[in-house]
């Protein structure tokens, strides 16, 4: 077995070992010893990146990097372990065998006994491990025994046990820029001590360009390819080893691209197929199914994946379509090969030429809508009206869940009193899997609806003022009739739709309030990092209690600072964070100025980072008058009632952002707006609308229902809330709610 201090990442000390360390190859020995001295993986190690936080603190949970040979796998291994307080072993899958693992355990689990000292054990080539290595290093590196990091150039969910993956944080190494490749290179010409800094080398650029073209993002390759450049190249008369391009193309050859079908080319090709398929795209399809065949891949795996196709992106489109693809693969196991492929090409150019339908996807959409029954003891309102519902009020304001976009409605389900208690978290195991993240999502959305409440002290239409003083009562109920939390989901994917992150982006969340956006924004982007501002202490600690259910790699980072002071407490840490995308909801009411604030975290944004700012648009939202249908009150009401409502949203701007896009238009950022109308059914009680239209309501001078309630009689009052009553009380509306969203390349 291979560990730290004997011999695979060692520094020879003897003078045999240190001319055996000058004599290693180029690519050992210009080897990056820190991650300052790494070149490359920007999207994982850049500063403020997830994986570099945990290096540099030594927290790393288990991980797995996956990527193609010469992208710093083993080498961000050396660095872990020249940095690490923590033991530190290494192994070969391809020489190991579990006695080795065994060992392993044995030396990890006497660390912890004698200094309480963690173990990290680096496999390199993990995906080479059998079923009973894994199994041996499976339950020890769940119990914390072992803190496992594994490299591979194979698709770990593929080719790793998937219990280690499940285990396991999966960070993609990729493919070195020709940027990164050059930087290799001429960092080992400069340096003296491990490279060729100590004698006079040229090579002429075209010699450069062709080594680092040709080596696809390997800087391994790049590395051999130029010692071997170097070390057959003779002095000149003055002394200066000069590389053409001649000796260049003949010290490094093109890698063969191979189609393997136990490797990623196998599940790449047949998904371009798939995809090629679903596009109806014919050329292509048979271009991917010519080089499948051609390349030895089963014809029943073929078959297999277009047989489903036929019902999963077909379906009733053309019915037909399943039967074409059966009775072809029937065909081809009566047939067999070379003729079959004439059979295989049928159903292939059937499927590309077919109309397309996901319909059948609604059956999971059923089969979720059975799960998700409810069996808690409920409140009022849920209970069974069938009996004594008239006397008792069994049933009265219940909301029937399939009636809501993903059958879901905020909606009391616990005792009034334990509203927003947690009492279960769902793990990443089996079915929970599957539920965890919309559970989350739902939690999430009605947080932030109650918080808006909490903010906005009373609803109504279209306020846009502070928060006024004093204690708001928000009841469950009420929270189920206003609906926010429906439309606030439609926002928050809106905003990262247009935001455009990737799995590996950095993203900062401006928000401040209850992590709304952050969490969506950790599920998004696992391999590059969420940072978010929390508006004080106590947020932060919601924040963090919140974030304890997750794995420490998946957590976000803190920031407690006043939205105008951000970019002050982002200057101060120690390294500078550069973000891929800056989101915020409803952001106007905790800035005096919008514009100086964009400015100043400018230089916190990576190169062609962008930033989305969302706010609700009153002037645009769901209209009253509009939800009365003609007769319900009297003429000469529903006109005053239509002109109050014309002359509140004519003295609304048409959009709250547009004032900040003119003001960063002024200082040469040209942003855009895009408005956006979101909908979900709406309840209303009789308390909530007693309540818009009482006396108290005109306390928020800007809304809809202020005006109203100020300018109505007591009479009128009482008229349109019997009308209200009548139309609304116990049925679904279609509500629109209104939000404009700023778009800006940073």
């Not at 209850?514 to 969490?519: A, E, I, S, Y």
């Not at 956006?676 to 009680?685: L, Y």
């Not at 209200?724 to 679904?732: C, E, I, N, P, R």
Request: aromatic letters at 6%.
């Amino acid at each position: 077995m291979k560990r730290k201090e004997e011999d695979l990442f060692a520094e020879p000390e003897t003078p045999a070992g240190v001319q055996a360390q000058k004599d290693s190859p180029l690519a050992a020995r210009m080897r990056p010893r820190t991650l300052d001295e790494f070149i490359g993986q920007e999207h994982i190690i850049g500063p403020g990146r997830l994986l570099r936080r945990a290096i540099q603190a030594d927290q790393l949970t288990s991980i797995i990097l996956y990527g193609p040979p010469g992208t710093g796998k083993t080498t961000l291994a050396q660095i872990i372990a020249n940095t690490t307080r923590a033991r530190f072993l290494a192994i070969n899958a391809v020489l190991a065998g579990v006695k080795d693992i065994r060992d392993s355990i044995e030396i990890a689990k006497q660390a912890r006994k004698d200094s309480d000292q963690k173990t990290i054990l680096f496999v390199d080539e993990v995906h080479r491990f059998n079923k009973s290595q894994q199994d041996a290093l499976l339950p020890h590196v769940e119990n914390g025994t072992l803190t496992l990091i594994g490299a591979t150039t194979e698709n770990p969910y593929f080719e790793v046990n998937k219990a280690l993956v499940s285990r396991s944080r999966i960070f993609q190494l990729k493919p070195l820029g020709e940027e990164h490749v050059r930087a290799v290179m001429l960092a080992a010409l400069a340096d003296p001590e491990r490279g060729y800094g100590r004698l006079r080398v040229e090579i002429d650029p075209e010699a450069l360009d062709h080594i680092v073209r040709v080596a696809s993002g390997d800087a391994r390759s790049a590395l051999n390819a130029l010692e071997l450049a170097v070390e057959t190249t003779s002095a000149g008369a003055d002394g200066v080893a000069r590389v053409n391009l001649d000796v260049a193309e003949e010290s490094i050859q093109r890698r063969a691209v191979l189609y393997d079908k136990d490797g990623d080319a196998h599940y790449d090709t047949i998904s371009a197929f798939i995809k090629s398929l679903r596009g109806s795209d014919a050329d292509a399809s048979l271009y991917w199914l010519s080089k499948m065949v051609y390349a030895g891949e089963d014809p029943r795996f073929i078959f297999r994946r277009m047989l489903i196709l036929a019902s999963e992106d077909v379906g009733l489109a053309d019915p037909q379509a399943l039967g074409v693809v059966s009775a072809a693969a029937a065909a081809f196991d009566y047939v067999g090969l070379p003729e079959g492929q004439f059979h295989l090409a049928q159903a292939c150019l059937y499927l590309a030429s077919a109309p397309k339908s996901n319909t059948t996807m609604a059956y999971f959409d059923a089969l979720e809508s059975v799960r998700s029954e409810q069996k808690d003891e409920v409140p009022d309102h849920l209970k069974d009206a069938s009996r004594d519902g008239e006397d008792m009020g069994h049933g009265k304001g219940y909301l029937y869940p399939h009636a809501y976009r993903d059958h879901w409605v905020a909606q009391q389900y616990l005792p009034g009193s334990l509203q927003g208690k947690v009492f279960y978290q769902p793990t990443d195991s089996g079915y929970e899997a599957t539920i965890r993240e919309r559970v989350a999502r739902n939690r999430e959305a009605q947080l932030e609806a109650a918080d808006q409440d909490r903010r906005e002290a009373g609803g109504g239409w279209g306020g846009t003022s502070k928060p006024r003083s004093g204690k708001v009562s928000s009841s469950w109920l009420d929270r189920a009739a206003s609906q926010s939390g429906e439309i606030l989901k439609k926002a928050r994917e809106e905003i990262f739709r247009l935001a455009r992150v990737k799995r590996d982006s950095l993203v900062l969340d401006l928000s401040g309030g209850t992590g709304f956006l952050t969490w969506e924004a950790c599920r998004l982007c696992p391999a590059g990092g969420v940072w978010s501002r929390c508006d004080d202490a106590g947020k932060r600690q919601a924040m963090e209690e919140w974030a304890r259910h997750l794995e420490t790699l998946a957590r976000p980072e803190l920031v407690t600072a006043e939205l105008e002071a951000l970019p002050q407490a982002l200057d101060e840490r120690a390294e500078r964070p550069r973000f891929d995308a800056l989101v915020g909801l409803d952001l106007l009411r905790k800035t005096a100025d919008p514009a100086e604030l964009v400015m100043s975290l400018k230089p916190f944004a990576a190169k062609g980072a962008s930033l989305i700012w969302a706010e609700a648009n009153p002037a645009r939202s769901q209209g009253f008058r509009e939800l009365l249908p003609g007769g319900r009150i009297p003429e000469e009401l529903a006109a005053k009632v239509e002109t109050l409502e014309r002359t509140w949203r004519n003295a609304l701007p048409p959009s709250p952002l547009e004032s900040l896009r003119s003001d960063l238009a002024a200082r040469g950022l040209a942003a855009t707006i895009s408005p956006r109308d979101f909908g979900a059914k709406k309840h209303f009680t009789p308390a909530q609308i007693r309540k818009w239209l009482s006396p108290e309501a005109a306390e928020r001078p800007d809304s809809l229902l202020a005006k109203l309630s100020g300018e109505l009689s007591v009479r009128e009052r009482a008229m349109l809330e019997a009308a209200l009553m009548d139309v609304f009380s116990g049925q679904g509306i279609d509500w629109r709610q209104s939000y404009d969203f700023l778009i800006l390349e940073l």
